[in-house]
């Protein structure tokens, strides 16, 4: 099951994201390679297959990515309180 994800996350990505969207675009293309390179992978495959422009579809994808990452931490830390 997914993290819930809430409004603060939201806002938290979406303005890292807004600051040079191209830059930070790039800087999630290596930062996946790292983490998860099949990801990765799945989505350039994705945004060069598709008619719709590939770095809004990479930029979307890469997003959610940060968007689940997020919720994920807070979740987290959620459970490492309670205990």
């Known amino acids: 099951m997914l993290p819930e994800i809430d409004v603060e996350n939201y806002n938290k990505v979406l303005d890292e994201m807004l600051v040079d ?14 983490e998860n390179p099949e990801l990765n992978s799945a ?17 979307g994808a890469y997003m959610a990515y940060r968007l689940i990452e997020e919720a994920n931490q807070a979740q987290a ?5 309670e205990e």
């Open 21 to 34: 969207i191209g830059t930070w675009r790039k800087s999630m293309i290596h930062y996946i390679k790292d």
């Open 43 to 59: 989505i350039i495959e994705l945004a060069n297959k598709t008619e719709l422009d590939p770095k809004a579809v990479a930029a």
């Open 77 to 81: 830390e959620i459970i490492n309180f």
